[in-house]
């Protein structure tokens, strides 16, 4: 999965929830999870006003955008 939060850092505010453009988190309880990881835009918004730093928006193989699939990946789109 592309978007991490560290439970251990995590306060609970709920600011990474309210700012997803595409209610790709959650709360569960009073913890903000990913439920939609497809949905993400990967606009970082919730990595960036979180207040604790405890998210992380990162690509990987098997998530983000089509366009940054590397080189050889791409023939199979």
């Known amino acids: 999965m592309g978007i991490k939060i ?3 850092k995590c306060v609970g505010c709920g600011e990474c929830v309210e ?3 595409e209610d790709v988190l959650v709360m569960e ?3 903000p999870a990913v439920r939609y990881p497809e949905e993400c835009w990967w606009c970082d918004a919730c990595e960036m006003d979180c207040p604790v730093g405890a998210i992380t ?10 366009f940054l699939k590397k ?7």
């Not at 928006?57 to 089509?66: D, I, L, Q, S, Y």
């Not at 080189?71 to 789109?77: K, Q, Y």
């Open 29 to 31: 309880g009073k913890r």
């Open 57 to 66: 928006v990162r690509f990987t193989n098997h998530v983000g955008p089509v």
């Open 6 to 8: 560290d439970q251990t």
């Open 71 to 77: 080189e050889e990946d791409r023939d199979e789109i």
């Open 19 to 21: 700012i997803c453009p």
